[in-house]
């Protein structure tokens, strides 16, 4: 299964755009993007996902590189909500989805 | 919410004894899986399910059984617990069709095994 590569960790104020990395050089044609994440004591919360365009939602926009081979998952406004570990997943047939460390983000006011 | 409930929320159980964890949904998606988290990683894979009566390994898969009965119940049964099954257990299911979706996810069992 191919594999993404995040941060483990990452900070950023309130109200401040924030911009999470994931480098996914392996990924195949057909593997979609996802981003989860999970704030403390829950479980996973899908954020939003995409295939080769850029995605945007309610909750954040999702720019993926031409090649492919890495992805940006934008915050654009950063809340003590926010806070929580954010998984960057390539999802393969049946939506099995191979979950990483993540990156555990830090929101300060 | 999802509609998606996992019974029981909490359990605390002996080595050696069956337990059975379950998914239940009121979404009639297809796809069903169950998930274990340790601390300090992230979720991995134990089975899935594709279908009433279909069924599949994940990447952690010994030590546990799935039956699916139903379209909206998925059980997760371990046999004979051990120690190393303690753990959170998340079900999710899956919106797309073809399984080409976003899952969502189960608040999660608390399992510990003494």
């Known amino acids: 299964d191919a594999k993404t590569t995040q941060p483990n960790s990452m900070e950023s104020n309130e109200e401040e755009p924030v911009h999470l990395p994931c480098n996914h050089s392996t990924i195949s044609g057909t593997d979609y993007i996802h981003w989860y994440r999970q704030l403390p004591s829950q479980g996973p919360e899908y954020v939003i996902h995409g295939l080769t365009s850029n995605v945007n939602n309610r909750m954040a926009s999702l720019a993926i590189a031409e090649d492919r081979k890495s992805s940006t998952l934008i915050l654009h406004r950063a809340t003590l909500r926010d806070a929580a570990v954010y998984y960057c997943?390539?999802?393969?047939?049946?939506?099995?989805?191979?979950f990483g460390t993540g990156t555990r983000l830090q929101v300060t006011l | 919410d999802a509609g998606i409930t996992q019974s029981p929320r909490h359990k605390v159980t002996e080595t050696g004894t069956p337990v059975t964890l379950r998914c239940h949904q009121t979404?009639?998606?297809?796809?069903m899986y169950w998930y274990r988290q340790d601390p300090g990683h992230g979720l991995r894979l134990i089975h899935y399910s594709y279908g009433v009566k279909d069924t599949d390994k994940g990447e952690v898969s010994d030590g546990y059984s799935v039956s699916r009965s139903k379209t909206e119940d998925f059980l997760l049964t371990l046999e004979s617990a051990t120690s190393s099954q303690t753990s959170v257990y998340f079900c999710?299911?899956?919106?797309?069709?073809?399984?080409?979706?976003?899952?969502?996810f189960g608040d999660g069992t608390r399992l510990s095994i003494l």
């Open positions: 979404e009639n998606h297809r796809y």
């Open positions: 999710a299911i899956s919106h797309g069709t073809g399984g080409d979706g976003p899952q969502h």
């Open positions: 997943i390539l999802g393969g047939t049946a939506s099995k989805l191979t």
